[in-house]
């Protein structure tokens, strides 16, 4: 329980690259030391660690990955790699959880106590961190999508205006599940680019716009869908979000927020450290909602984890 040794070595390994590097091409601390620019002692000391962990093993020629240790590779496919990674987007904020005493203490998010700027701010400085939070969302909902498309009634919205969709594989799926529906994506230019190759096979059906979800969004839609994006915010910046979908909502759209509401807890002190959120139970959904007119009127649970809570401008 009080042992941080494993985790961090895992994650310095990750970094280094180490499992990539011995997949098929044994070497002996001493030989990798000036390639990797470490220190020779201190990396056969790690590398000691992970043979105990099993992800190497000795060999002839020196160490190399195991079947097991291939896991952590970066083209293992998993998306495991993008998350222990120290630069990437999820590796660089787990590094604050070394400041979770100032979370708790404050109810602010540590991430701009260890980096010195908050999460968001880093993206947009840094595109590569962009793409790995990027990948990392493919990633995660890959596994998602089809049950959400499958479990909620999307046909009957004639637009569904996906805000913060990512590279659009939700409004992918939607899209291909139910061909009377048309899309329209919101994100930052930077992944918007990326929902433009995706959604261009459905030509006049989907359009990308790229802009925040603090800036006015597209009028007319009959859905406008937030799937784990409140989550991302502390309530100040929650409410900024759904004041912008109540205010491009017509009479009769929907807002349709797609989020787990309640037990994960883990999950909660992760919201907490890297962006001052967390999970929400269903009561603090409908306080946040009514502040803009909005009335509870379905929750539909869609996967083990998530259910879409569907909201309207006036009770029915």
């Known amino acids: 329980m009080s042992g941080l040794v494993t985790p961090m070595a895992l994650r310095v390994a990750v970094t280094l690259g180490l499992l990539d590097r011995l997949h098929d091409r044994p070497a002996t601390a001493r030989e990798l030391a000036p390639e990797l620019e470490v220190d020779p002692i201190a990396l056969d000391l790690l590398l000691a660690h992970l043979t105990a962990l099993g992800v190497v093993e000795r060999a002839d020629a020196g160490y190399r990955t195991t079947e097991f240790g291939a896991h952590l590779r970066a083209d293992a496919g998993n998306g495991l790699n993008n998350l222990l990674h120290h630069d990437s987007a999820a590796g660089r904020a787990d590094l604050a959880f070394v400041d979770l005493l100032h979370s708790v203490r404050t109810g602010e998010a540590a991430y701009p106590l260890r980096h010195g700027r908050d999460f968001w701010t880093d993206l947009a400085e840094q595109p590569h961190l962009r793409a790995a939070f990027d990948r990392q969302m493919n990633d995660r909902m890959r596994g998602w999508i089809p049950q959400v498309v499958a479990n909620f ?12 969709g990512g590279h659009g594989s939700l409004l992918a799926a939607i899209l291909d599940a139910n061909p009377g529906v048309r899309g329209h994506l919101v994100d930052l230019e930077e992944t918007a680019a990326g929902a433009r190759e995706l959604l261009r096979r459905f030509g006049d059906r989907a359009e990308v716009t790229g802009g925040s979800f603090f800036d006015p969004l597209p009028a007319g839609g009959d859905a406008y869908v937030l799937f784990d994006v409140l989550h991302n915010w502390d309530d100040e910046q929650a409410h900024r979000v759904l004041a912008r979908c109540a205010e491009a909502a017509g009479p009769d759209s929907r807002i349709l ?10 999950f909660d002190l992760v919201m907490l450290v890297h962006f001052g959120g967390r999970d929400r139970g269903l009561a603090a959904f409908e306080e946040l909602a009514g502040a803009h ?3 509870l009127v379905g929750a539909t649970r869609v996967t083990d984890g998530r259910s879409v809570l569907e909201f309207c401008k006036h009770p029915i």
């Open 257 to 266: 927020v797609v989020e787990s509401i309640g037990g994960l807890t883990e």
């Open 293 to 295: 007119g909005l009335t």
């Open 153 to 164: 009634d999307w046909a009957r919205f004639g637009t569904v205006v996906d805000v913060g």
